[in-house]
């Protein structure tokens, strides 16, 4: 019998690293209160003219590559993201156009830092009715490109990276064993981009302060937590796993007292979560990606690990997933 099924995993971000230290020439924060209150230590940045798919395609090539799946032989591309090269092509298409992906179908999810999984959940769905397809689901950011450098509350907290994964429905693998999500649009201005959709259009008048990231921070906190807890609980009783038989928990890497948190509410030792938000920051819907591609070559989770994945961001939107690796 056929399991949906991780195939393949990558990840890729700018080689620019800024540190908080950078950070401090240019605006009036501190090592110590990013660090304190955030877990960062340093993040990627796109250099001028570096785009989403300069990343999205050795991030596709190395899961590929890993999958053992051609770029050809792909049937369906998902790129959750926010920061496509384009409004139109899709992030999806151009991703394709460069892999030469003749035979898929592209398309972008739009669901901030959950478009990973929130893609991840469409590919589920679509191998249920197509076993035979070869997905491809993206997750990440150019986030830096709607950051305010002189907004402190938000430019410490973002970086750029993308993450990907082939999926499949096989006989052995790693599991995809459930996926839940979650959306609530009536808490969409306490995380927004204001411009660049039909509400505020680009004209003459436009502001540029309009591109910029706003963010309610400690309300968007509280919502974080309570959110990535009911969700990861929907997907644990919808794969049949208890919290106990969890053995890794990869969380959405956008606040370290958020993860602590988490992890806590899962009874959890640290030793069990994984952890990169030290050098890469909140990279949206870069996050759970990167964080697995990485987890599984550093080996942080091997075979028979029930692994737990969590997100939540701007929509607002939240999202789990549950693998048996
Ligand atoms: O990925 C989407 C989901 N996003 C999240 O989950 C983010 C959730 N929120 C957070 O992670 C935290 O709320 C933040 C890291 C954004 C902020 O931390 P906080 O502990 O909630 O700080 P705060 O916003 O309450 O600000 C505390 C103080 C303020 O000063 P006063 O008013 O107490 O004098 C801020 O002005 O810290 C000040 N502050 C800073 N100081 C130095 C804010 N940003 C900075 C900064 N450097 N970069």
Redesign the pocket.
């Known amino acids: 019998m056929k399991h949906n099924v991780i195939l393949g995993t990558g990840s890729a971000a700018p080689d620019n690293v800024v540190t908080n230290a950078d950070l401090e020439k240019i605006?009036?924060?501190?090592d110590e209160?990013?660090v304190q209150?955030?877990g960062i230590k340093s993040r990627h940045i796109a250099r001028p003219g570096e785009k989403f798919s300069d990343f999205a395609v050795p991030a596709a090539r190395q899961a590929l590559d890993m999958a053992g799946v051609e770029a050809a032989d792909l049937d369906l591309i998902l790129a959750g993201t926010i920061s496509p090269d384009h409004i139109m092509p899709s992030g999806a298409c151009s991703v394709q156009a460069l892999l030469g992906a003749h035979k898929a179908t592209g398309m972008d999810v739009c669901a901030?830092?959950s478009g990973f999984i929130y893609g991840l959940s469409i590919a589920d769905k679509y191998l249920k009715c197509d076993p035979d397809m070869n997905i491809l689901v993206i997750g990440g950011e150019i986030v830096s490109h709607h950051l305010d450098w002189e907004d402190?509350?938000t430019?410490?907290?973002f970086g750029d990276a993308v993450g990907a994964a082939v999926v499949g429905a096989r006989a052995d693998g790693h599991r995809l064993l459930s996926v839940e999500t979650g959306s609530d649009g009536n808490l969409g201005r306490l995380?927004y981009i204001e411009g660049l959709g039909s509400a505020t259009p680009v004209t003459k008048d436009f502001d540029i302060d309009n591109t910029y990231i706003k963010?309610k921070?400690?309300e968007?906190?509280k919502h974080?937590i309570k959110n990535m807890v009911e969700v990861s609980n929907r997907a644990l009783a919808r794969a049949g796993v208890t919290l106990d038989q969890v053995t890794k928990v990869i969380p959405?890497q956008?606040?370290m007292?958020?993860i602590e948190m988490l992890a806590k509410q899962f009874k959890k030792p640290m030793s069990e979560v994984f952890v990169n938000i030290d050098r890469y920051g909140?990279s949206?819907a870069g996050t759970i990606p990167v964080a697995l591609s990485e987890a599984v070559d550093t080996k942080f989770i091997e075979p028979g690990d029930i692994v737990l994945m969590t997100v939540?961001?701007?929509g607002l939107t939240w999202a789990a997933a549950v693998l048996e690796w």
């Open positions: 605006m009036d924060t501190s209160w990013i209150r955030t901030a830092c402190r509350t430019a410490v907290l995380l963010m921070g400690r968007i906190f974080a959405h956008a606040n007292r958020i909140n949206s939540f961001g701007g």
